[in-house]
């Protein structure tokens, strides 16, 4: 990793301590909470794209609560949002409606005195040296994430070749639905079919000859460089909903899941038989 990619960049997005919000808050009686949300940005996209999936993210919960102070922190590919927040939702109805917005989000619930310090803090300038806190241990967690999600297509699929039936019955792993288990696929086209391939396993795509693109997979995934016509989009997939079907290739497996759009079906592929 380069020095360049050590260092963290933090953007505050309110150029102003929102006081007067927050003495109305207090004067309502409302709670506060202090929203801390990790993301992890595919390093084949650029570094704006994470920017503006955690402005995304910040959007909706200003939908949903009143956002007294708001900053953004980058470092490598990890990206973190940290939301300073009133609501009259109670501490268990609040968790509730984060999880609908970010499942994933830390929420911590602070006193008026806390919240008034951090309002006070001074303004935070793109590519300050502050860290993002608890970076290395979350991106330890989302490391064993990618290995585990990773053993259990790779499982799946050679089970598939083996003719075994994976344990378990199919509603039981198509309502599994724990965020944790969630992960981004990129779904790309090929001589008119629909493949898929997680994107936490795609390192970088480059563009190939007569509109074509290259996917190249992290060597630890496998080796092979995939070639496709066209890319088509991202979305969340259940990994543990995933249902395989037939094998249609080398590495190629015909599989049901759930997704974030409902039932999905694609080719998945696991560059690790190819």
């Known amino acids: 990793m380069s020095i360049l990619e050590e260092m963290v960049s933090t953007e505050k997005c309110y150029t102003s301590d929102n006081n007067l919000p927050f003495r109305a808050a207090v004067a309502r009686s409302e709670y506060l909470y202090q929203v801390r949300i990790y993301s992890e940005q595919a390093p084949y996209l650029p570094t704006d794209a994470g920017i503006q999936r955690m402005r995304v993210l910040l959007g909706f919960v200003e939908a949903r609560c009143v956002v007294l102070d708001a900053l953004i922190r980058s470092e490598g590919t990890l990206y973190y949002l940290s939301i300073l927040c009133s609501s009259r939702a109670s501490p268990s109805f609040f968790s509730a409606i984060m999880k609908k917005t970010a499942p994933r989000a830390v929420i911590e619930q602070v006193d008026n005195t806390n919240a008034e310090i951090r309002m006070s803090a001074r303004l935070v300038h793109r590519d300050s040296s502050e860290i993002i806190p608890f970076s290395k241990p979350v991106q330890a967690l989302l ?63 480059s563009p190939g000859v007569n509109g074509s693109f290259l996917i190249e997979p992290y060597q630890v995934f496998g080796k092979r460089i995939l070639v496709c016509d066209e890319l088509l989009s991202t979305r969340d997939i259940s990994v543990p909903s995933c249902v395989f079907g037939l094998k249609t290739g080398r590495g190629l497996y015909s599989v049901s899941a759930k997704g974030s759009m409902g039932m999905e079906s694609f080719i998945l592929v696991v560059p690790a038989y190819l």
């Open 143 to 205: 490391e064993s994430r990618k290995v585990l999600l990773s053993l259990l297509l790779e499982y799946r699929a050679l089970m598939t070749e083996c003719g075994a039936v994976v344990a378990g019955t199919e509603s039981e792993r198509v309502s599994s639905l724990n965020p944790f288990y969630t992960a981004p696929f990129l779904f790309f086209g090929k001589e008119g079919q629909r493949f898929a391939i997680p994107e936490f396993q795609v390192e970088r795509i």
